[in-house]
DNA sequence: TCTATACTTGACTTGTTTACTCGGGTTTAT
DNA sequence: ATAAACCCGAGTAAACAAGTCAAGTATAGA
């Protein structure tokens, strides 16, 4: 797993696309010009969204893009795994025999932690990411994100001194 | 927050160092030699963690690096933080009237997600990965991953078709 | 029905940033 | 003085981000 701009430009392109799923299909120049991305980028992202079968496209004149799945099969992960180029291990390809002595630290390591932030990602579906954006006209309430379908209030913060940015 | 293998090597080359605490300063050739990673590289990353203060060094024969803090309060949020590029968030730079209409939805969503994902690597301490490092000798157990110091199974899986790779 | 045209996806090519390597230099214990 | 280690600069390869051109398709007009 890996985690660039490339696929939160990716995220944010998806989203636009269900938001406006319920007039036909969508095109990338709306997309472009709604989310400020640049059309050559976004039709690179959405060739390798349409080879993973995360969109299907519509040719000619008002055609577009529309979701190849119902929204709420289709994870954050789903897409971050289409766009985002393959993590390489390195070291220990494939094989258990790395450095010998305890063989590839780091492979288990490094997995377990893969395994958390993707199921994480695979637990918050594009229909949660549209009902978050439409819910937004209360700012008083406190901030939800939906896991699994069911609803986790998240208001704690990391008590380490980072900074997001 | 950002993740590629600069964080992966940085994470491993710390738990190296951790691990081979005892023995005074832990040499980069020795971190180099057990985890298969270029000493140049591994010299650049902890340049990183010095000027973060996550490491200090000793010159010299006989020289090394060793933990600034004890392992149990440094992160492998903090160790990633430290090494990898910041994020920008790109468009609405700060500035909240982004696209006009739903002043900048990348921004809250993504800021969500990225909070988890800290969240939950900052619950994940090198005192952690050390314990399961040496705890490795029964294969036949269920994985465990110690989060904010309580232990957590996990064994579910992602019922999506994403393949870790 | 045929054709021209406008609109959209798809592929190729070009800068810019980031990951990673290579060389030399500086500090310090022996 | 010498060797072992950290330190620091420039240089190379790859991925990100964006621009340009070609191909396909539905619609309008004759």
Chains 1, 2 share one sequence.
């Not at 699994?148 to 380490?160: A, I, M």
């Amino acid at each position: 797993m890996r985690l660039t701009t490339k696929g939160r430009f990716a995220v944010t392109a998806m989203l636009d696309v269900a938001l406006h799923a319920d007039s036909g299909p969508v095109a990338l120049a709306g997309v472009s010009e709604r989310q400020k991305i640049s059309l050559s980028y976004l039709e690179q992202l959405f060739g390798k969204l349409r080879r993973n079968q995360l969109v299907e496209s519509v040719r000619g004149p008002g055609g577009g893009y529309h979701l190849a799945r119902a929204a709420s099969t289709l994870t954050v992960a789903d897409i971050i795994v289409a766009v985002e180029e393959p993590i390489d291990s390195r070291q220990c390809e494939g094989k258990e025999n790395c450095a010998g002595d305890k063989r590839c630290m780091t492979h288990d390591l490094w997995e377990s932690l893969n395994e958390t932030v993707i199921n994480h990602l695979a637990g918050v579906t594009l229909a949660d990411l549209v009902e978050q954006q439409r819910n937004k006209s209360n700012p008083g309430a406190a901030r939800v994100v939906t896991l699994r379908g069911r609803q986790v209030k998240r208001n704690q913060h990391t008590e380490s001194a980072v900074t997001p940015q």
